[in-house]
């Protein structure tokens, strides 16, 4: 399958109860070919209302993470666990995850990165492992099909607590090493 096919069979899925609250399906946004991939949970509100990804406040913070290590949206590809926004921003439930990760399974495997960076726990206990815990482990990398991986705060989670900004920083200065280090193109 490729791109407009999958993205086309992504917009008219109902393999789940959030179809029926969406207004877009926020699929992904950035080059296909990326080196870089952020995955987070699922789109918020704003996401939802506008079909990208990370667009509202923790979008904004997202962005200015990017570009303290020379990232933008024009060199990483953004997309979410689940491709629907769950009601209230609660968080996606198993069933919920389990119904749209076929579709961030294939954009992978089209995309081919060489870096997947979790944001936030619910990525990171779906992709990485499922005790994965956000505080002890975030950083950390490990190798996987091909792939280093690791995770970091999510955003939101960066705007009500400012505190874990320092521990993310240096997160960033681990991602920037990693892509010198694996020479993804950036």
Not at 102 to 113: D, E, K, N
Not at 136 to 158: C, D, T
Request: aromatic residues 6%.
């Amino acid at each position: 399958m490729e791109w407009n096919e999958l993205e086309a069979i992504c917009g008219q899925c109902t393999r789940c109860p959030l179809c029926q609250t969406r207004h877009n399906v926020v699929f992904g946004v950035g080059p296909r070919d990326a080196d870089v991939m952020f995955i987070g949970e699922g789109p918020g509100e704003q996401e939802d209302l506008q079909g990208e990804p990370f667009v509202g406040p923790a979008g904004k913070l997202l962005d200015d993470m990017l570009s303290i290590i020379d990232l933008s949206r024009e060199n990483v590809y953004i997309a979410n666990i689940v491709k629907c926004r769950p009601p209230r921003n609660r968080d996606p439930e198993p069933a919920e995850q389990e119904a749209c990760i076929p579709f961030l399974r294939h954009q992978v495997r089209l995309i081919r990165p060489k870096i997947i960076v979790c944001l936030g726990r619910i990525a990171a206990t779906r992709l990485i492992h499922p005790e994965f815990l956000i505080t002890q482990e975030h950083g950390k990398w490990i190798y996987r099909n091909g792939v280093w991986m690791s995770a970091m705060f999510h955003p939101s989670a960066l705007l009500r607590d400012v505190n874990k900004r320092p521990e993310t920083f240096d997160d960033l200065m681990s991602i920037r090493e990693k892509i010198r280090e694996t020479g993804a193109k950036v």
